[in-house]
């Protein structure tokens, strides 16, 4: 197990469905119309549904990400920005990537920590249109010391 | 943008209560079943006093309350740290100011606050009007 800046997973496309946006919303608790009227959605001056701001996540489930298959050990979620160019509305497919911005080592209490900044950029003809930055925080023990 | 002026409450503090129930409707929508969120035994062994909330759907409820304050607006950019973990059940105080606004933009700070009185979550969210 290593973990090194730069490391970047293959590009992969992502769809984006009415009702994922529609099943996203519910799961947050978010009332806003735009989440699920297309008709509101339209009328407020979108082309479709509207992703909630958080909505990116998802779409790590659709990443392959070597460097942290591996990890049976808790990842935890220390930051997270998300930075709009455009909205992300309901029929628009991405092409993105994730990678590791930077690895940074740190003495804890408990022991090491590891800090994992990693970048999921979504584009749009060849145009970036989203980042989605994620910190995980890696606690290192004995018999998963990283390289 | 709309009728705020910086140091204004956007709204009244949010209270919020996140249920186990939430919790695992959130893992089966994002798909992460980290065992520290769902499990007693797996949070406590990590470390927790009991289960904990996943940071995305705190930092997803935090925003979900704006999204009917702004209804017609969308979202340039959010962000927020998790400097301590948000325990299942536990009673949350959720504040939201305005720290900056022009005529197209709006800049809210979020401030999410656990039980013990300790702010969990830290956040910084914008807003601008459509084609604004």
Redesign the interface.
Known sequence: MSFKAGMTSDFFYVTVKHQDIQNFARSIQNKNPLHFDVHKAKNAGFPDLLAPPTYPILFWQLAKLDWLDQLDVPLIHGEQKFNYLKPIVAGDTYICKIYLKEVKKKQGSTGVLWILKHVLEGYQNDELSFTSETTLILREFQGNEVE | MVAFTRGDYVCENESVIISAN?VK??A????DF???HLDFQSAVE??FEREIV????V???A??RL??VF??S?????????LHPVLVGELLTISYVVIDEDLDFITIKIEVTIENGKIAIIGV?QFTN??G
């Not at chain 2, 969308?74 to 740290?81: A, G, L, N, R």
């Open positions: 939430d409707k959130y089966e929508t994002s798909n980290n065992a520290i990590a470390g996943h940071g995305m759907l930092m997803g409820i925003e979900s999204s009917v209804p017609t969308f979202v340039v950019s959010y962000e927020t740290k998790f969210i459509v084609g």
